[in-house]
């Protein structure tokens, strides 16, 4: 793995450390690279009212586009537990907005000095619903 991508699968897990997750007890935490070089990171930020709860790849994404960077080259993913978790549906499906070719680098709470699996956003949803009509986005 490139020396870029274990610094961002590193602040991904240190991001982890901010999650707010006291009725899961499951810290998630996600750093995205932006195509202009700056990153962002989330955690998952629960609520005693469950269905508001935010995954940490949602965070990330939301504070970029906040930032006005949308177009991204990888996102790491750091949860707890030493076996890597991958992104759920949800953030899937948000991933998609942004581009099916974007790498995701999916870590144990060890990070990069563990097993880090990396793919893409077109591995983890084929057949990806999308209505865009800018086919930059899709990749060829
Ligand atoms: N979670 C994430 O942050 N990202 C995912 O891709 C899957 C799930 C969070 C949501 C919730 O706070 C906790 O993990 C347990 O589901």
């Not at 982890?16 to 998630?28: I, M």
């Not at 960077?69 to 993913?77: C, P, R, S």
């Amino acid at each position: 793995m490139k020396d870029q991508y274990r610094d961002l699968v590193q602040k991904a897990c240190a991001a982890r450390l901010n999650s707010h997750s006291p009725y899961s007890n499951f810290r998630v935490g996600a750093a995205l690279l932006a195509s202009d070089g700056r990153i962002f990171v989330g955690t998952n930020v629960e609520n005693a009212s469950f269905g508001l709860s935010n995954c940490a790849e949602r965070t990330a994404i939301f504070t970029a586009v906040t930032a006005g960077a949308t177009e991204f080259e990888a996102i790491a993913v750091c949860a707890d537990g030493t076996e890597p978790t991958a992104p759920c549906g949800a953030c899937r499906q948000v991933l998609v907005e942004f581009g099916l070719d974007i790498v995701v680098l999916i870590a144990g709470e060890n990070g990069p000095d563990e097993t880090v699996r990396q793919t893409t956003v077109r591995e983890l949803v084929p057949d990806a619903f999308v209505t865009f009509k800018d086919h930059s986005r899709e990749g060829s």
